[in-house]
T-cell receptor, first 115, second 114 residues
Framework: GAGVSQSPSNKVTEKGKDVELRCDPI?????LYWYRQSLGQGLEFLIY????????KSGLPSDRFSAERTGGSVSTLTIQRTQQEDSAVYLC?????????????FGPGTRLTVT | GQQVMQIPQYQHVQEGEDFTTYCNSS?????IQWYKQRPGGHPVFLIQ?????EVKKQKRLTFQFGEAKKNSSLHITATQTTDVGTYFC??????????????FGKGTKLSVIP
């Protein structure tokens, strides 16, 4: 079946521009997560959605970052006025929350380069 | 705050040697998950352990959950070049009821020398 998809796969933008990153989770997965991974580093948690609501926004690095999820499905991560330190791979994951099983399925990521 | 620590950060082994990565949590975990990320790829779920002292095997990979449910290990027997990648452990984040987040360790990057 279809996995988590993300678009675009690569995005090069100029410093100061806004960008939108999209995530299509696995159908039926109620939980959706955004992470950021800098080169050779671990996973930095950004935000988590349960349905359309975001119980935890604590990982968003600054108020330039925002995310929404509509229809319990597609999510968009928006970065305003991009800075060079925003350059990283942005990973989306989804999870079918069922009892104590909520393993995460990751998309291929969006590689963002801010020049 | 809750921490999940992994050691070592890097491991270089000769092909055919064994490899072990260790994961330690600052809090008791209801379960622990392991993921593998190949170079240039994204993390892929490997396994979940739930019971105290649980041991699970996947071919050459052996996963163990500690008796106190605060630590875990992944052991690979006779490493192959296909084992190259970063191995992450993750435990449920201590948060409000109904939270389904994971706290990831920083990962152990495995290199295999042919």
């Amino acid at each position: 079946g279809a996995g988590v998809s993300q678009s675009p796969s690569n995005k090069v933008t100029e410093k100061g521009k806004d960008v939108e990153l999209r995530c299509d989770p696995i159908s039926g997965h109620t939980a959706l997560y955004w992470y950021r991974q800098s080169l050779g580093q671990g996973l930095e948690f950004l935000i988590y959605f349960q349905g359309n609501s975001a119980p935890d926004k604590s990982g968003l690095p600054s108020d330039r970052f925002s995310a929404e999820r509509t229809g319990g499905s597609v999510s968009t991560l928006t970065i305003q006025r991009t800075q060079q330190e925003d350059s990283a791979v942005y990973l989306c994951a989804s999870s079918l929350v069922r009892d104590s099983n909520y393993e995460q399925y990751f998309g291929p990521g969006t590689r963002l380069t801010v020049t | 705050g809750q921490q999940v620590m992994q050691i070592p950060q890097y491991q270089h082994v000769q092909e055919g040697e064994d490899f072990t990565t260790y994961c330690n949590s600052s809090t008791t975990l209801s379960n622990i998950q392991w993921y593998k990320q190949r170079p240039g790829g994204h993390p892929v779920f490997l396994i979940q352990l739930v019971k105290s002292g649980e041991v699970k095997k996947q071919k050459r990979l052996t996963f163990q959950f500690g008796e106190a449910k605060k630590n875990s290990s992944l052991h690979i027997t006779a490493t192959q070049t296909t084992d190259v990648g970063t191995y992450f452990c993750a435990g449920p984040t201590v948060a409000g009821a109904g939270s389904y987040q994971l706290t990831f360790g920083k990962g152990t990057k495995l290199s295999v020398i042919p």
